[in-house]
């Protein structure tokens, strides 16, 4: 205990010298706050990202094969792509974590008129043989929810879907026939088949019970060729939301117009491979390249492995030059004590306590410059991050890709994929923070330096005895 006390008493009557190697070790231990903070927060951002984009499944067309092997390309022939059933088929995989689905088809009614729907009703004559052809004025979407997590629709009346056949309706749709919640509309989709030169029609019905309406703020879309009126297909007030499970059953059921839009995510990207196998398997073309998105995943990350890479160097070149300037000012002031040392030594202290003796000083004044450091280094790393982040995107470019759709057709309807991420999903900011496994990891590089700093200057002046210090002394 003495010698710890006397350790303190020491860092007061040795307060110039003491004061320089703490202003060192300060700026050591508050720039290797920066530098540590930034590469902790950047690698888990990253990981984050990998998780999310890296393990993102895209299901492509080889257009280059497609059309080396087919010679004769007429607007007849289909492209090979994903059907719903595969789809369903492939989410079953024990290679995914994660997958969404959404489903949708088109539907038409002479008994509910349409928002935006013309006065007159178009006549076929004797067009069509079979059941009577009914136009799409509606879509109807199951587990399309987007729009209600952005707020631009919210459920004005009612309560959200759950059971197979309930729906929403829109508000405007609504009002314009009369419908209020606990209703039931049907709609029909009429199937057309060509016979030689007549065509055949075939109407799929489907009875919606409405369980709520849902007001819309989404912008109407544009008319298909740029002018004209928005027919009634592509008012998004006509949209009728259900459940998945809805249109999964019609699909059993045999209606062959329901749509699939599905995204897979892998566990891991190193399972790509055996999903691939299994998905080939399963019946998936060969004219279908599978692949993650990594070219998506590293002009998200890009800038934040260059700043990872910056703080990585930064950390390094610290270091380096504190230890150097800290072994040599530990050198210089322990010289400057020669005297002393050999006094201790002469009135019968042993080396090994005159060692812990100048250690506890060294520990000391490091502990003082640790909480100052940690909390000048948090503080500072915010707006180094900001800068640094901010060149990194000016080199990289923060170029947006937009997202891709695949689209496979078949006979048993179409499947839809959606692979690339958005602008909105690229990075422009981080948020930095201390946690406490950097405290730790900066406590012990502090101590380990203060340690190696004082051990050289320790081990050179306790090999002179003490009878040797005090002549040169005299």
């Known amino acids: 205990m003495y010698i710890f006390n006397n350790a303190l008493k020491n860092l007061r009557r040795n307060m110039g010298r003491n004061i320089l190697i703490g202003l060192v070790l300060f700026a050591v231990i508050a720039t290797t706050v920066v530098g540590l903070v930034i590469n902790s927060t950047t690698s888990a951002i990253i990981d984050d990202y990998r998780t999310r984009f890296g393990s993102r499944v895209n299901i492509t067309l080889d257009t280059e094969a497609f059309l080396a092997e087919t010679e004769n390309l007429t607007a007849g022939v289909a492209l090979p792509g994903v059907t719903p059933g595969q789809a369903i088929a ?171 839009t599905a995204v897979f995510y892998l566990r891991n990207p190193s399972y790509l491979p055996y999903f691939e196998a299994e998905i080939r398997g399963k019946g998936l073309s060969d004219m279908m390249i599978v692949s993650t998105d990594e070219a998506a995943f590293n002009a998200i990350v890009e800038p934040v492995e260059g700043l990872r890479s910056i703080s990585i160097t930064f950390i390094i070149v610290v270091l380096a030059l504190g230890a150097i300037i800290l072994v040599l000012l530990s050198n210089i002031a322990i010289r400057e004590r020669k005297y002393e040392i050999g006094v201790l030594r002469a009135m019968g202290m042993k080396k090994g306590k005159v060692a812990r003796g100048l250690l506890y000083e060294m520990g000391a004044l490091t502990v003082i410059c640790l909480a100052i450091g940690l909390v000048a280094g948090t503080i500072a790393s915010q707006p180094v991050a900001d800068t640094l982040l901010q060149q990194q995107v000016e080199i990289v470019g923060n170029t947006a890709h937009d997202g891709i759709q695949q689209r496979g057709t078949a006979n048993d309807g179409m499947a839809f994929f959606e692979f690339t991420p958005t602008a909105s999903a690229l990075l422009s900011e981080i948020s930095v923070r201390l946690g406490f496994d950097v405290m730790l990891q900066i406590a012990g590089i502090s101590l380990l330096l203060a340690f190696a700093a004082s051990a050289m200057g320790i081990a050179n002046i306790t090999k002179y005895e003490p009878i040797k210090i005090l002549m040169e002394r005299n």
Do not use: C
């Open 90 to 260: 492939f989410a079953k995989s024990e290679y995914l974590f994660d997958y969404t689905m959404t489903a949708s088809t088109f539907g038409g009614s002479h008994e509910i008129i349409a928002v935006g729907a013309p006065q007159t009703t178009p006549m076929f004559g004797d067009l069509f043989e079979g059941d009577e052809f009914i136009s799409p004025t509606f879509n109807v979407l199951g587990d399309a929810w987007t729009e209600f997590e952005t707020g631009e629709r919210y459920l004005l009346a009612g309560q959200m879907p759950q059971a197979d056949r309930e729906a929403l309706i829109s508000h405007e749709l609504a009002e314009i026939n009369g419908l209020s919640v606990g209703a039931e509309i049907t709609m029909y989709r009429s199937a057309v088949t060509i016979y030689g030169e007549s065509m055949y029609v075939r109407n799929y019905s489907s009875t919606f019970i409405i369980v709520g309406i849902y007001f819309d703020m989404t912008e109407t879309a544009g008319t298909p060729f740029g002018f004209g009126s928005t027919p009634p297909l592509h008012n998004r007030r006509n949209d009728i939301l259900t459940t998945l499970d809805t249109l999964l059953n019609a699909m059993e059921a045999g209606d062959e117009g329901v749509s699939i």
